[in-house]
């Protein structure tokens, strides 16, 4: 089975400052790793994900995440954060075959003005 | 770009009614899923549909829950008898492949 440890529950940065979500992961198999957001009321919109292929990856709104393997780890950056960019951020993993994708608790992103 | 949609947004019911909520994944996808969110938790996983019939569930998704295709385009989850504990947000997402799943806005579901 797969597990995620997002360790930060929340994360106050000031707008226009650099942010790192960190997101580890556990898992017996490969894996494909997510991150989506979730902004206040709303459902939850895919930022970016990690199939295969260059460990770095560009998602929407200038979000962009390294897979890590040997570190088991998938952080979440942003060069310069808006106001518009709070909210809660969850990692998620899905094992390859037929298992669900499992989410980590979240990490709520409040971007100070 | 194509939607999973999710109804009614918002479902006030009684304890020990049923409910029925109601999604219509997007018209290509294979896979069906619902999760849910209690308020300020994390988003658990209820089950997946493939082909018909549940392929994964988890230990949330016990008798009182069952999940239906109808009539090809929706995908309904039913919960027999409310109790409080059942109030979430629940969502269903849709994927062509088992993964990348599209997810849609979500039933908050109060159980009084």
């Known amino acids: 089975a797969q597990s995620v440890t997002q360790l930060d529950s929340q994360v106050p940065v000031f707008e226009e400052a650099p942010v790192e979500l960190r997101c580890n992961y556990s898992?017996?198999?490969?894996?494909?790793l997510f991150w989506y957001v979730q902004y206040p009321n709303q459902g939850l919109q895919l930022l970016l994900k990690?199939?295969?292929?260059?460990?770095l990856v560009k998602g929407i709104n200038g979000f962009e995440a390294e897979f890590n393997k040997s570190q088991t780890s998938f952080h979440l950056r942003k060069p310069s954060v808006h106001i518009s960019d709070t909210a809660e951020y969850f990692c998620?993993?899905?094992?390859?075959?037929?298992?669900?994708?499992?989410f980590g608790k979240g990490t709520r992103l409040s971007v100070i003005a | 770009e194509p939607e999973v949609t999710q109804t009614p947004s918002h479902q006030v019911t009684q304890m020990g009614q049923e409910v029925i909520l109601r999604c219509v994944p997007i018209?290509?996808?294979?896979?069906f899923y619902w999760y849910r969110q209690i308020l300020g938790q994390k988003v658990e996983f209820l089950v997946s549909?493939?082909?018909?019939?549940?392929?994964?569930k988890s230990e949330i998704f016990d008798d009182q829950f069952s999940v239906e295709r109808p009539d090809g385009s929706n995908f309904t989850l039913k919960i027999r008898s409310t109790k409080l504990e059942d109030s979430a947000m629940y969502f269903c997402?849709?994927?062509?492949?088992?993964?990348?799943?599209?997810f849609g806005s979500g039933t908050r579901l109060t159980v009084v």
């Open positions: 997402a849709s994927s062509r492949v088992n993964y990348g799943y599209t």
């Open positions: 898992s017996s198999v490969s894996v494909y």
């Open positions: 990690y199939l295969s292929g260059s460990t």
């Open positions: 998620a993993v899905k094992g390859t075959g037929n298992t669900p994708l499992v």
């Open positions: 018209s290509n996808h294979l896979y």
């Open positions: 549909f493939y082909n018909n019939e549940i392929s994964e």
